[in-house]
T-cell receptor, first 116, second 112 residues
Framework: GAVVSQHPSRVICKSGTSVKIECRSL??????MFWYRQFPKQSLMLMAT?????????EQGVEKDKFLINHASLTLSTLTVTSAHPEDSSFYIC????????????FGPGTRLTVL | AQSVTQPDIHITVSEGASLELRCNYS??????LFWYVQSPGQGLQLLLK??????LVQGIKGFEAEFKRSQSSFNLRKPSVHWSDAAEYFC??????????FGTGTRLKVLA
């Protein structure tokens, strides 16, 4: 149980385009989802926290207009990187917490974004 | 301030040897503590977690961790390492509002 998927696993796009990444909880309802960014050989940096049906809470220094997060259902959250630039290239990981998760986050497999 | 420290950036052990990965935290309240493992290009897999109760926690893949409040530590151990254990290991503390604070990670290399 507690499986989280992400799609796509890898995406390459041109500078200036927008990219949408989906995060789904497959076998549980995720009341809260988190989006992280991970640079090579570094730890995870929390970008934002999203609760179903409400606006995401962004961490300090994360541009909310650049990284649009939607959590429209209890099993789906999306991250849209708008007007992507090469510096947005990174590994993006989502996680989900269920109602009875006792603060445990379950992580997706990640999405490798490369902006040319 | 809340923080998690993993003092060892890299650790190399021989297959079959024992392993201990260190994790120290700074947190005002009783922490929720986690260990995750990440293989290259993959997401994070939960190895074990501590919320309360018995301070020695058993996890998957033969891992265990011991919570020591007096030392603010939550070290991960395995008695006999397998080559497939080579990966990046992250310690995390639950920091309220369900957010985590992650350590910087320890990269484990296993020698055949």
């Amino acid at each position: 149980g507690a499986v989280v998927s992400q799609h796509p696993s890898r995406v390459i796009c041109k500078s200036g385009t927008s990219v949408k990444i989906e995060c789904r909880s497959l076998d549980f309802q995720a009341t809260t989802m988190f989006w992280y960014r991970q640079f090579p050989k570094q730890s995870l940096m929390l970008m934002a926290t999203s609760n179903e049906g409400s606006k995401a809470t962004y961490e300090q220094g994360v541009e909310k207009d650049k990284f649009l997060i939607n959590h429209a259902s209890l099993t789906l959250s999306t991250l849209t990187v708008t007007s992507a630039h090469p510096e947005d290239s990174s590994f993006y990981i989502c996680s989900a917490r269920g109602e009875s998760g006792l603060d445990t986050q379950y992580f997706g497999p990640g999405t490798r974004l490369t902006v040319l | 301030a809340q923080s998690v420290t993993q003092p060892d950036i890299h650790i190399t052990v021989s297959e079959g040897a024992s392993l201990e990965l260190r994790c120290n935290y700074s947190y005002g309240a009783t922490p929720y503590l986690f260990w995750y493992v990440q293989s290259p290009g993959q997401g994070l897999q939960l190895l074990l977690k501590y919320f309360s109760g018995d301070t020695l926690v058993q996890g998957i893949k033969g891992f265990e961790a011991e919570f020591k409040r007096s030392q603010s530590s939550f070290n991960l151990r395995k008695p006999s390492v397998h080559w497939s254990d080579a990966a990046e290991y992250f310690c995390a503390v639950g920091a309220g509002t369900y957010k985590y604070i992650f350590g910087t990670g320890t990269r484990l290399k296993v020698l055949a």
